[in-house]
């Protein structure tokens, strides 16, 4: 019976763990005075991305899983990929890799023993207070009016990157963060 429950316990937590929150943090920004209607189309503002000067960023393979995630959202949003020249919204993204800093809340604490029969003692003075540093992946999509180069929309994500990764796991990432980015695109118009 205890091994029943030790395992049923194991299953629930790998649901829990699976199904939690990922981690990934958006927010999305656009020209209130911006008409969302009649985008129909999309293409990429360039065929190359601007180097960013870190090889991790800057990895051919992150830039064709950031375009395809972005390009398959956009189409399952409605739109078609287009020239350059037919788009009504040009497309393009910044990605970069950030260190941040965690640390925990300070904690003191103070302690005094004396040893047997009075013949040793000790104080003890602690702060707490664990300091981190991790990398987040800051991914930055602008949608573009084609012939002003007038940004129209922009939405971020932050998560934090695995120090290792498998292929596939980067991937889901990279999908999610451009799913939930593009997850209030277009804007509702504006009422009243």
């Known amino acids: 019976m205890r091994r029943i429950r030790i395992a049923v316990a194991i299953l629930v937590l790998a649901v829990l763990g699976s199904t939690g929150c990922s981690g990934i943090q958006v927010s999305q920004d656009y020209r209130k005075s911006a008409d969302f209607s009649g985008i129909s189309s999309f293409a990429w503002a360039s065929e190359t991305q601007k180097k960013t000067g870190d090889v991790r960023a800057d990895n051919p393979l992150m830039?064709?899983?950031?375009?395809?995630?972005?390009?398959?959202?956009?189409?399952?949003?409605?739109?078609?990929?287009?020239?350059?020249?037919?788009?009504?919204?040009?497309?393009?993204?910044?990605?970069?890799?950030?260190?941040?800093?965690?640390?925990?809340?300070?904690?003191?604490?103070?302690?005094?023993?004396?040893?047997?029969?009075?013949?040793?003692?000790?104080?003890?003075?602690?702060?707490?207070g664990d300091v981190q540093t991790y990398d987040e992946a800051l991914l930055v999509v602008d949608l573009l009016r084609p012939n002003e180069s007038d940004l129209l929309w922009r939405g971020n994500a932050t998560y934090r990157l695995a120090e290792h990764s498998s292929p596939e796991k980067t991937t889901k990432l990279v999908n999610e963060a451009v799913e939930k980015i593009f997850a209030q695109f277009p804007p509702a118009p504006e009422t009243g």
């Open 63 to 128: 830039v064709e899983r950031i375009r395809e995630a972005v390009e398959q959202t956009l189409i399952e949003k409605g739109l078609r990929k287009a020239d350059r020249s037919g788009a009504d919204i040009l497309v393009q993204y910044h990605f970069e890799i950030r260190q941040k800093v965690r640390s925990d809340d300070v904690r003191g604490g103070f302690g005094f023993g004396v040893g047997t029969w009075g013949r040793g003692g000790g104080i003890v003075i602690g702060s707490g």
